[in-house]
């Protein structure tokens, strides 16, 4: 059974930082594209960050490049999102989601999903 559990979200003041963390299990972790999406009430599903795990490439998105790192410990099937400089438009629901084959920016493309974490980050 494919899982994806998602933690490190809370409460941050804008310009601090969070890391969140996404282990996966049930699926050989190698052959995926992981990304984490974010969502606030109303709105679609935003990619913020994609990492292929194969070959390391990473895309961000221009509203958090240069503050948010994704990154991957694959002995751990573990892909981690850094969060620094956050602001408060970061806040969101911070969703962890895998698919096989190459990154898509779409929600629609990803096959699994993780149950979301809340990140807050008052002014």
């Known amino acids: 059974q494919v899982q994806l559990v998602e933690s490190g979200g809370g409460s941050v003041q804008a310009g601090g930082s969070l890391r969140l963390s996404c282990v996966g299990s049930?699926?050989?972790?190698?052959?995926?594209?992981i990304a984490w999406f974010r969502q606030t009430p109303g709105m679609e599903r935003e990619a913020v960050a994609r990492?292929?795990?194969?070959?390391?490439?990473?895309y961000y998105a221009d509203s958090v490049k240069g503050r948010f790192t994704i990154s991957q410990d694959n002995a751990k099937n573990t892909v981690y999102l850094e969060m620094n400089s956050l602001k408060p438009e970061d806040t969101a629901m911070y969703y962890c989601?895998?698919?096989?084959?190459?990154?898509?920016?779409?929600?629609?493309?990803?096959?699994?999903w993780g149950q979301g974490t809340q990140v807050t980050v008052s002014s």
């Open positions: 989601a895998a698919r096989d084959g190459p990154c898509r920016a779409q929600d629609i493309d990803y096959n699994y």
């Open positions: 990492l292929n795990i194969l070959s390391g490439w990473a």
């Open positions: 049930g699926f050989t972790f190698g052959r995926n594209c």
